[in-house]
């Protein structure tokens, strides 16, 4: 398969109110991406809109870090697809290990968001991955296969390659975590890319963008691009500055 885009994104997280991510927006407004690369950063909701306005038609693509899968309703302190798409944003993060951990979400309700984002014309990018509970009893394989095919349930197969999915192994996240070896994460990548050719056929399975997450420093970045079956990463503290972000971009190319 010959790569054509190699997807790299920031999560914020918890990180930058109105002022600072309106700052940064401004900071990445004339940024150039290199050819073939899609940036992309994942904004707290109450920055959404202003970090969007200000990168609309940029080669930078906004992101909001969740959303329900009702249209409207009694969901206090939720925040609709719509809302979401009307806020500007191109892509919504879906299950990331935080919110699976700490806000009880599960691979149902993942799967509920899948085909809500779509309906709305939102990119999904779909986390998943093993706890360390998982990966030292080694049933990796088998957890990620689950995550995968009630995540992508209801997903039609034709809006397959319109996702991202980053496999972001729970141990490897955040501060206290430890970055994932390159060769475990191309064995991993194998095998949800099969995992996808098997509910989608090859055609398809094939053009699903799969990123890697957890502790991606400007250092290593480049190693897990260049395995087979990686087409980006996704990354939390590498990309929280501005600098700091556009350094990794371009230690990857
Ligand atoms: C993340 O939370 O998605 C992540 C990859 O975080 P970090 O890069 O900081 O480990």
Redesign the pocket.
């Known amino acids: 398969v010959t790569r054509k885009t190699v997807w790299i994104g920031t ?1 914020w ?1 918890m990180n930058k109110g109105p002022a600072e991510a309106l700052a940064a927006a401004e900071a990445l407004k004339a940024y150039r991406a290199p050819d073939g690369v899609k940036p992309f950063i994942i904004t707290p909701f109450t920055s959404l809109q202003a970090v969007a306005s200000v990168l609309k038609g940029a080669d930078v693509l906004v992101g909001a870090q969740n959303m329900h899968w009702e249209e409207s309703g009694s969901w206090t302190g939720e925040i609709s697809p719509g809302m979401v798409k009307e806020c500007g944003a191109d892509i919504v993060l879906i299950g ?3 919110r699976r951990q700490h806000f009880a979400e599960t691979d149902w309700t993942v799967s509920r968001k899948m085909s809500a984002a779509l309906r709305h014309g939102l990119r999904p990018l779909l ?1 998943i991955g093993e706890s360390l509970e998982e990966y030292d009893f080694g049933v990796t394989a088998e957890t990620l296969s689950r995550q995968l095919k009630i995540a992508l349930h209801d997903v039609a197969h034709a809006d397959l390659p319109n996702i991202l999915i ?1 496999y ?1 192994p729970v141990w ?4 206290g ?1 430890r970055a994932a070896d390159t060769d475990c994460v191309a064995k991993v990548h194998a095998g949800l890319r099969a995992v996808l050719c098997e509910i989608a056929g090859k055609d398809i399975g094939d053009r699903v963008p799969l990123l890697y ?4 420093t400007q250092d290593n970045a480049r190693s897990y691009v260049s395995q087979p079956n990686v087409d980006g990463v ?5 990309g929280w500055s501005v600098p700091d972000f556009e350094k990794l971009i371009d230690r990857v190319i």
């Open positions: 999560n997280k990331h290990s935080e986390c980053a972001e490897a996240i955040g501060a975590g997450g957890g502790s991606v996704f990354v939390g503290r590498a």
